[in-house]
């Protein structure tokens, strides 16, 4: 027995061992960034990303618009201070100022979504004076010479799509079939960049287990459905945008490129010598990361449902859905194992690191790191978002700087990145959040809409002017 013991002391020490060395094994060195020193593609795209919930204003028949005026089972707002979208940055209206902005930045790249509710305000009804604004809006990126980059999905869907089930039912993924269609028949002529979907599992997850987004449910087995149910739907917008969209919109030969975007968290354990830390980080990864980056690789998708075992499903096909990848990068998360959290897993910032009014730590090298886990798609890879929520103007300069600077050192490695695109152009309604937290390269005084430069975020500026 002691013999016994003793060899599975050596295991474990063997196993942690290994697992530190296999994350250290990436080789990033902190420095500083000298701007003169980048190399980037001359067609290499930078851009700024917003989503029309957060800055169109009018979105008032969606699901989010009753979820915003809605209470939690403590009677308190769902949106911090009780705050309601509305106006928001009024971007419906002034596009074309913003566009501008970005063509003073230098950009020549926009992401943006479309917003399903008004392109459909009842299945099967199709608004044209809503179609008509996205095109005029995709006809003037290009007069000024910006890509555009659409986004179908954007966290928010239909009311009437909500009151039916929303993407807990699989008839959502002929809803959204139908709505890609439509979409992709009006703008398909200015459009080749499709992003079916915004950050799927953290849309499924904040929605269906956290309970901070509509419908505000926790369970984790409807968690997976929901997911599953996005990912037939992407398998679905996928073909379609492919058989409607045979038009060339930048003579590059190429009529259209479809994509999904991906956030991918860094979850690493809080003690790298305690090994149940690093199964906690690993529990958490394969629901937050794996199960769907698998599912890209293999056509099977496999989610993690705690003592319920797995979620398994098939979706035969769905690795061959990828004619890029979009990665949104944030943050690195901590992991503990702790038996009186959800999930049986604590999570927490770095306290060693600088941290966003989000209380995100600052951690340029996990953009490395996730471009790095990504490349073997051996397809194009867009950063989709990267940004800061900060008033410091020092802390949002060096932000910019250090996680372009992982951009350029992945380039180097041979990493195929086209394009970044900044998280966001203008501060907005973000979310749970509210109005509190703010992202923008441009202050929005919401009294009077007007748009400013930040300070510190003139680098981005500098930075594309650099290459030119």
């Known amino acids: 027995m002691i013999d016994l013991l003793i060899w599975l002391i050596l295991a474990i020490i063997l196993v942690t061992l290994w697992l530190n060395y296999r994350q250290h094994n990436v080789p990033w060195k902190n420095h500083s960034v000298d701007i003169s020193k980048f190399c980037f593609p001359r067609d290499f795209l930078w851009g700024a990303a917003t989503a029309a919930y957060q800055v169109e204003g009018g979105c008032d028949h969606n699901d989010w618009s009753v979820w915003e005026n809605s209470y939690d089972e403590h009677a308190r707002p769902r949106i911090k201070n009780g705050a309601k979208a509305g106006l928001a940055a009024d971007h419906w209206n002034r596009y074309r100022q913003d566009i501008e902005l970005l063509q003073q930045l230098g950009c020549n790249a926009y992401r943006f979504s479309i917003e399903w509710s008004k392109v459909s305000p009842q299945p099967g009804v199709w608004d044209q004076r809503a179609l008509d604004h996205y095109l005029e809006k995709c006809i003037y990126l290009k007069e000024k010479k910006i890509t555009p980059f659409v986004t179908l999905h954007h966290f928010t869907i239909p009311l009437w799509l909500d009151e039916k089930g929303g993407f807990e039912t699989p008839d959502a993924v002929n809803y959204f079939t139908d709505y890609t269609a439509k979409v992709a028949e009006t703008l398909g002529a200015y459009v080749d960049f499709w992003a079916t979907f915004n950050e799927p599992v953290i849309y499924a997850v904040m929605g269906w287990q956290k309970g901070l987004f509509p419908p505000g449910k926790k369970d984790l087995y409807l968690t997976a459905q929901v997911l599953y149910h996005l990912l037939k739907a992407h398998f679905q917008a996928f073909q379609t945008i492919h058989e409607i969209d045979s038009q060339d919109a930048d003579a590059d030969g190429i009529p259209c490129q479809v994509g999904i975007v991906k956030s991918l968290l860094i979850f690493d354990p809080a003690r790298k010598w305690w090994l149940p830390d690093w199964l906690a980080a690993g529990l958490i990864d394969q629901r937050m990361n794996q199960a769907v980056l698998e599912a890209f690789h293999t056509d099977r998708f496999r989610f993690y449902l705690g003592k319920m075992g797995y979620y398994r499903r098939s979706i035969p096909g ?81 932000f910019i700087l250090e996680h372009v600077d992982a951009v350029h050192e992945a380039l180097l490695d041979k990493i195929n990145i086209k394009g970044y695109f900044y998280w966001s152009l203008l501060d907005n309604f973000e979310w749970a959040e509210g109005f509190d937290r703010r992202f923008g390269l441009y202050h929005v005084d919401y009294s009077t809409q007007v748009r400013t430069l930040k300070k510190g975020a003139e680098v981005y500026q500098e930075i594309i002017q650099s290459l030119a």
């Open 318 to 398: 769905l690795s061959e859905t990828l004619d890029w990848f979009g990665l949104n990068y944030y943050t690195q998360i901590l992991c503990r194992l702790n038996f009186h959290s959800e999930s049986n897993v604590r999570q927490s910032a770095n306290p060693h690191l600088a941290k966003t009014d989000m209380d995100w730590a600052i951690y340029p090298a996990g953009m490395y790191r996730a471009l790095n886990r990504i490349k073997s798609y051996g397809v194009p890879i867009y950063i989709t978002e990267n940004g800061i929520a900060t008033q410091d103007d020092e802390l949002r300069r060096n």
